[in-house]
Nanobody, 124 residues
């Protein structure tokens, strides 16, 4: 069955960096839309970034453009999110998801497959 397992979260100071990873299995990784979605404490789901694993095309929310980079490794079936210049407001539980792109507007966990999330906390 489809499995998505996030890792790489942690505690980081403002201005710092983290790299999240999503280990996937149970489906053909290539030629799928893969996404990162986050949920801050007390708030709803927020779409962060998406990548089409076929041609590598990406889309990102304005709130993270220039700071976060989504990427994938088709040989390892892995999804990544490089997060730089982290801000307090980036504190959230970050989910990896496999779903149609349309299911990200807004993010709907009833569609596709989602991991359990990895916590990112930005604090001084």
């Amino acid at each position: 069955q489809v499995q998505l397992v996030e890792s790489g979260g942690g505690l980081v100071q403002p201005g710092g960096s983290l790299r999240l990873a999503c280990t996937t299995s149970g489906f053909t990784f290539r030629n799928n839309w893969m996404h990162w979605v986050r949920q801050a404490p007390g708030k709803g789901l927020e779409w962060v970034s998406s990548i089409y694993t076929g041609d590598g095309g990406t889309k990102s929310a304005d709130s993270v453009k220039g700071r976060f980079t989504i990427s994938r490794d088709n040989t390892k079936n892995m999804l990544y999110l490089q997060m730089n210049s982290l801000k307090f407001e980036d504190t959230a539980l970050y989910y990896c998801a496999k779903a149609p792109l349309a299911a990200m507007n807004p993010p709907n966990p009833d569609f596709g497959y989602w991991g359990q999330g990895t916590q990112v906390t930005v604090s001084s």
